[in-house]
């Protein structure tokens, strides 16, 4: 299925949006609870494993944020690429019968 700009833009809209959305809002709430968690699990005197589990709580959260965004804005895209089609195809028709009316034959092309 070939599709249209509408769903490259509205994949990179989504995937941009969704990561803005994610640094302000997500970023410092899931690195401090990730590491509450990891206090809670190793013990204070592992540093490094907290440290990586904040880390890795963060780039999950962020992947998640990114793709979902991302699919959101194409689906979004793919829709409104589905109802241009789908009222070009209702003017097409329309001027058939326009045509077929009148008694002028139209080929469907534009060129005058």
């Known amino acids: 299925m070939k599709t249209g700009n509408f769903a490259r833009i509205g994949f990179y809209a989504g995937g941009g949006a969704a990561m803005l959305l994610f640094l302000v809002v997500w970023i410092l709430p899931i690195s401090y609870l990730a590491g ?10 592992h540093i490094v494993l907290i440290g990586l589990s904040m880390v890795i709580a963060v780039l ?3 992947i998640f944020f990114s793709v979902g965004g ?14 241009k089609v789908s009222i070009a195809a209702q003017i097409v028709k329309s001027r058939q019968k326009q045509a077929g009316a009148s008694g002028i034959a139209w080929s469907g092309d534009n060129k005058a």
């Open 60 to 62: 999950v959260a962020g």
């Open 36 to 45: 509450a968690l990891g206090s809670e699990i190793f013990g204070s005197t």
């Open 70 to 83: 991302a699919l959101t804005g194409w689906f979004a895209g793919v829709s409104i690429d589905a109802m």
